[in-house]
């Protein structure tokens, strides 16, 4: 996050670009290895990323939710561990 300014639109720019970076590719590898064609890697690849996209910041505010349930500080401040 050290390339994103204060601003909110610009954190949400970064922390989706860092999210589709690191899951499309893992969820392509799956798809390569249960045996996708070159077609329904790019179409699979592409839906994943516009439903990550798409539902990424209310699953975060999901999990954000849960963690105050539980008396945990907002993601990325501590890890959601019960022994810490």
Known sequence: MRFSSTSRSSHILWDSLALVSFQVPIYAAILAICGAN??????????VTVIMLTLGR???AFLNFVRGRFGL???GEK???LNM
């Open 38 to 47: 070159g077609e329904e890697l790019l179409y699979g690849s592409l839906g």
């Open 58 to 60: 209310p699953y975060g």
């Open 73 to 75: 500080p907002d993601g």
């Open 79 to 81: 890890p959601m561990s």
